[in-house]
């Protein structure tokens, strides 16, 4: 399996994997903008696109904003190539993400790759905070 730059080409290839969050117009294009800017990558297995993520910035650090996997092609590491792949090309000498408290499946992932929980955040999606986390690559 590698990680590369997606593309608007990879499109089709993303559709079974995005999020329903990135359903809506407005997200959707700014998802369609951020294909095009660099801040996609995917991780592909004998040609086929698993996964994808999407970093940008947060407070002058990497932020993996969004981290999918199809969901018939979990726990196979493609996520765990994907986090190391956001370590490897961190600005800083940390990077960051999140998810909902709900999330339980993101929560394990984070923890299997050596995440740690550094905060919470209320009202984003009311009755369910975003949970924060940060990994020092290297550690």
Avoid: Q
């Amino acid at each position: 399996a590698l990680v590369r730059a997606a593309s608007a080409d990879d499109l089709p290839a993303l559709e079974p994997a995005l999020p329903a969050f990135l359903h809506p117009p407005y997200k959707r294009g700014r998802f369609l903008r951020a294909l095009g800017s660099g801040e996609v990558v995917v991780v592909e297995d004998d040609g086929a696109v698993t996964g994808f993520m999407w970093c940008n910035e947060f407070f002058g650090h990497t932020f993996v904003n969004v981290l999918a996997v199809a969901p018939e092609l979990r726990r196979r590491g493609y996520a765990g190539l994907l986090l190391a792949h956001a370590e490897e090309h961190a600005l800083t000498d940390r990077v960051f993400t999140s998810t909902n408290a709900s999330n339980a499946t993101m929560h394990a992932v984070l923890k299997r790759y050596g995440w740690r929980r550094c905060g919470e955040v209320d009202d984003i999606d009311p009755g369910d905070p975003e949970i924060v986390y940060v990994k020092y690559p290297g550690s």
